[in-house]
């Protein structure tokens, strides 16, 4: 199955956490400025799951946590609890850039893939599919933990500008029941905060970056993965 999204080109991410007000503010200022994802069903939040996968050593937690400055993560993402699009990625960081490589995949490979089972990969035309083989074949790459949040997504064309809120994270525990709407989750945080996400591509347009001016949120290195693994084991 061919590649749906290649690989981008390197794009910058900034990550902050934002007390609710100060979110309420935000959202204000963008609406009249920058248009809604299409995701977002009239003018709700979408809700995405994600399966992290990790390999025997926790890469992945570890050099997030030691800070790495290139890293690969991979993951499954579904949204809506939905398996009509399930999405296989590599989210590669480089500093604050990022690279991210997507295949859509069935729901059978999906399961295979969950299962640990990585028989096929290796004859698939997608680049990304081969690398997930070597990596389960040579790193014991396997499912370590689900990563529940809802998106509210602005988008604007200059710079190909994305600000999204990430609310109410969730993480899903020991669990790896992808496609289980009723799935127990617990916050994986203690602050009263969300999660906002600034990307873009070679800089910030003035126009936008007004609109961020005075608004408090804290810079961070957060990692939705990292949060979410606070309560897993690690040394599988």
Partial sequence: MPDKRTKLPARHELKYFINPAELEVLRARLRPVMH??????????????????????????????????????????????SDKEIFLERKRKLGDLIQKSSVQITRRLCEQIMDGDPRGLQTSSSPLLQDVYVQMRTRLLRPAVIVDYEREAYLHPAENVRITFDLRLRSGLHSTELFN??????????????????????????????????IQADRSAVSKYVLCRRYEPLGR
């Fill in 36 to 81: 809604l994802d299409s995701h977002c069903v009239d003018g709700k939040p979408y809700v995405i799951r994600s399966l992290y996968l990790d390999d025997v050593d926790d890469s992945a937690y570890y050099d997030k946590v030691s800070g790495v400055m290139a890293r690969d993560k991979y993951r499954i993402r579904i949204y809506r609890h």
């Fill in 181 to 214: 709407p009723d799935l127990p989750t617990v916050c994986p945080h203690d602050g009263n905060v969300e999660i906002l996400e600034v990307k873009f591509d070679e800089y910030l347009p003035d126009h936008i970056r007004a609109l961020l001016d005075g």
